[in-house]
């Protein structure tokens, strides 16, 4: 990836955060377990229907392929800090196969080979993935 790639997946990157705004910290704590009934009750929406408008009006995509994408590069990010993924899953008491196989199926690849990837490819990644949404209407 040369520097202007970089550059620009890292500014498209920022924008996606911006619009993501309050659910950050509930995706942050990658938590496979979290559902968008959850979500719409802590943002104070009245059900999942609205939290779906709530991502539709801010051109993000749907909340299983934002939640899911979000999430691997937090731990692609993570393992780059020194948290190893396996160790950062048996502190939490969590198994880490559970989310070996969660990169897996969501990236159609093993763990090892999107964490050697890096940081920057999988935004790349995710951010094609979620293109169609992000440029809804520009």
Known sequence: MTDAEKDATDARWNLVLERIGDLRPLF??????LRQTQVAHLLALPNIDALRRVLRARR???FRLLRDWYYVV?????SYEDDALGHWAM???DCAN???????RVTGLK???VRDHGVQWVR???LVIWAPFLDEGT
């Open 74 to 78: 937090r731990m692609v990010e993570r």
């Open 91 to 93: 502190y939490r008491g």
């Open 124 to 126: 790349a990644r995710a």
């Open 28 to 33: 942050d704590e990658v938590r496979l377990s």
């Open 111 to 113: 763990w090892r080979v």
């Open 60 to 62: 993000l995509p749907d």
């Open 98 to 104: 559970v989310y070996y196989r969660f990169v897996e």
